[in-house]
């Protein structure tokens, strides 16, 4: 065990002597934890800043944020390696910043610059990175999730132990397609970890005007598939314990789980639709909006002494730098050229 | 005469249709309590009420196959889907349920529905929200597709595509729902295969349909005249069936042919119409048809890449430059 650890047990055993604390920390090392505090604080600052930009009119189209959903993003990639992969719908900001991806070419893909993800072609909803494992944004709902299975199907094929998470709307779990990939990972045993990121409504239709199961990880039973309900989804630490344990059953049997996460998307549907409308309260929003993700992850650190309020001031400092990184690098990248047009369309 | 937006024109049709004929209902993604995506729905939930105005889940196959069923069995579904994009989904309902039904039943079982919602691309929704569908549609013997270009057409059109007796492709466009224009006073309806003479001219023949002859080809056409180049527009409205008399004759009078249109390339309906055309109008035509088209590749996200693979205007008036020889 790394030397981190036994002394953050020993911070941990004096906290909780001192506040009768709970909160375990499941053995992560301080530098990861607080490493999950800065990510998370990114994530937030960095859709603040695309909704200011959309606004503005640089960015175009539709544009989904992740406001409220950090935990799952910081919680479950944390759980995996690099070389394993992600993959989810067109709400994709915050898991390719988990992954990896450079959040200066995700800015600029978002402004359409040819030094962006996908070098202006596809856009907020279509993330990629090969050399991340991030397999993309999707936007046609559901179509993403057969695919999940695909990779996982190729891991096995090769007899790695990599794994891929597929991350999901409740929405999705209502399409073909996501039944269809279900009951193959479960049958032929690959290595995916379905993630569903409810957060009540898909667009504005709330969960049970949707789905006649409203308990959507039961859906699994149906495939005979591991399935659990995270009811804290706003907690980092708690996302992380159960996608772990689906990572290590599924490396270790290959087989599949499917976890619901429950959260709370804090803006509209996308940039074009409005916070609340008319199918949720102004009220409700407010009243999840105390669920916060990162409000939560401070007080678990300053509870364990794991960081003061120099660090939370200190952090925001960072991360306001990086944003305005993004935005520098973004300034500074010009948008692709015009013969840009006829290149990827077919591969060598 | 009233003016009202497309959107406006279409909300009417629907209502005048449902309060005509019990067995119409709509179904669709966000069509009831958030009056749809679009809002072309808006207050029709509140005037029919959950039974007739229904929301759906994500489930596209499963909402779509549902219309079909229903409509074998004597009701007469109006399918919203938030996008043509995602007809896609329910592609297999479409084309071996609604459209093969009628034939492969022998004539026992007709589908009398319509599939409905924007097509083709808006700003910035990148490759796959942003198709033009249309031809994929027409392939397919036994689907009615309809394109309206104006709010008059929209609601007439749509009035006959609910009382028409077999599956309805009705392709509107996300970026006209707000576009104004006169309609006729009261109940009216346009009968497919009727095409519309937008402006009478002599040099040149366009045709062009929906938003693309709105935004794009009139405006080619107003530049082009000019510089004293006549052309003669003509909107087919409906794609399937096409009103081929009105483009022939049209043509053996101005000897010359453009198509435009927002989708591909290759298969696409002007492909056909240029057929048609060089079969019918052999001994009339003066110069090779011209077509513009997309670009053929997969439209992307950013603007300037966007705008080059779209047809434009310019695009347009080389084309009509190209059959007149003047470059
Ligand atoms: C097949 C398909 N149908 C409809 C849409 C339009 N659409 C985009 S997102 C969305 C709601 C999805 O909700 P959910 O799965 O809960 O994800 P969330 O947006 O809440 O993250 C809809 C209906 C689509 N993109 N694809
Ligand atoms: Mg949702």
């Known amino acids: 065990m790394p030397e981190s650890i036994n002394i953050l047990q020993s911070k941990m055993n004096h ?68 070389d394993d992969y992600v993959i989810t719908a067109y709400r994709d900001h915050g898991l390719a910043i988990s992954k990896g991806l450079d ?50 199907f190729a891991s096995k094929y090769r007899d790695e132990k990599r794994v891929c998470l597929c991350f999901m709307g409740d929405g999705a779990t209502n399409i073909g397609e996501f039944h269809e990939a279900l009951n193959l990972a479960a049958l032929w045993k690959l290595p ?29 039973a149906a495939y005979n598939m591991r399935n659990e309900v995270i009811e804290e989804g706003h907690n980092v630490l708690k996302v992380y ?65 794991l ?30 050229p015009l013969e840009e047009l006829y290149t990827d369309v077919y591969a060598d | 005469m009233p003016v009202v937006s497309y959107r406006e024109a279409l909300n009417q049709a629907m209502d005048e249709e449902m309060a005509r004929d019990e067995r119409v209902f709509l179904m669709g993604e966000e069509v009831a309590q958030y009056n749809g995506a679009y809002k072309v729905s808006q207050g029709l939930l509140a005037k029919y009420g959950p039974k007739r105005i229904i929301d759906t889940p994500i489930a596209e196959a499963g909402f779509a196959g549902i219309g079909i069923g229903s409509a074998m069995v004597g009701l007469r579904p109006i399918v919203e889907f938030m996008s043509w994009n995602f007809s896609l989904v329910a592609f297999d309902q479409i084309v071996n349920n609604a459209a093969k039904m009628l034939s492969m039943s022998g004539g026992n079982f007709n589908v009398p529905i319509v599939f409905r919602g924007p097509g083709g691309a808006a700003h910035n929704l990148a490759a796959t929200h942003s198709q033009a569908l249309e031809s994929l549609y027409a392939h397919f013997p036994g689907l009615k597709v309809v394109m309206p270009s104006n709010p008059r057409d929209a609601k007439g059109l749509l009035k006959t595509a609910i009382r028409d ?28 295969g009727t095409g519309d003479i937008v ?53 053996k009078k101005t000897n010359r042919l453009v198509i435009v249109e927002e989708g591909w390339p290759f298969a696409g309906v002007g492909a056909q119409i240029s057929h048609e055309v ?50």
């Open chain 1, 192 to 220: 995916v970890i379905y993630i569903i990121e409810n957060n009540k409504y898909g667009m504005g239709t709330a969960v049970d005007r949707a789905s006649a199961v409203d308990e959507l990880h039961l859906k699994a």
């Open chain 2, 278 to 327: 060089s079969n019918h109008c052999f001994d009339f035509l003066d110069a090779p048809i011209e077509r513009v088209t997309q670009e053929d590749v997969p439209l992307p996200y950013v603007h300037n890449l966007e705008v080059a693979s779209l047809p434009n205007i310019q695009k347009v008036i080389r084309a009509v430059r190209k059959v007149m020889y003047l470059d």
């Open chain 2, 165 to 192: 007796n077999n599956p309805v492709i009705f392709i509107e466009s996300e970026v006209m729902y707000g576009e104004k224009g006169e309609i006729p006073e009261g109940e009216y309806t346009i009968p497919f």
């Open chain 1, 241 to 305: 314990q159960s996608v772990k344990a689906a990572v290590d059953h599924a490396r270790k049997t290959y087989e599949p789980s499917l976890l619901e996460v429950q959260t709370f998307r804090y803006r509209g549907h996308s940039m074009s639709d409005p916070i609340h409308g008319h199918y949720r309260t102004k009220e409700e929003v407010e009243e999840q909006k105390k669920l916060d993700p990162i409000t939560l992850f401070m007080g678990i650190l300053t509870d364990t002494n």
């Open chain 1, 103 to 152: 959040p200066r070419r995700i800015l600029a893909e978002l402004l359409g610059k040819s030094t962006g993800t996908t070098k202006g072609k596809g856009g907020s909803m279509h993330l990629f990175s090969r050399e991340k494992n991030f397999l993309g944004g999707h936007a046609i709902v559901g179509g993403h999730i057969p695919l999940a299975a695909g990779a996982a």
């Open chain 1, 307 to 336: 960081a003061s309020e120099d660090y939370f001031n200190s952090a925001e400092e960072r991360i306001k730098s990086i944003v305005d990184e993004c935005v520098a690098f973004t300034e500074n990248s010009s948008e692709p």
């Open chain 2, 199 to 251: 402006r009478e001219g002599k040099d040149v023949t366009i045709v062009s349909w929906s938003k693309i002859l709105q935004h794009i080809t009139t405006k080619a056409v107003s530049r082009l005249a000019e510089e004293n180049i006549s052309v003669e527009l003509i909107d087919p409205r409906t794609i399937k069936p096409m009103d081929w008399e009105l483009i022939f004759n049209s043509v």
């Open chain 1, 15 to 82: 906290t909780k002597l001192k506040n009768n604390m709970q909160t375990d920390l499941l053995g992560l090392s301080p530098e990861i934890l607080l490493k999950w505090y800065d990510e998370m604080l990114l994530i937030r600052r960095f859709e603040e800043k695309c909704a200011q930009l959309y606004g503005m009119g640089k960015i175009g189209g539709f544009c989904h944020l992740y406001n409220g959903q950090e935990a799952i993003a910081t919680g479950s990639i944390g759980a995996i390696n690099p």
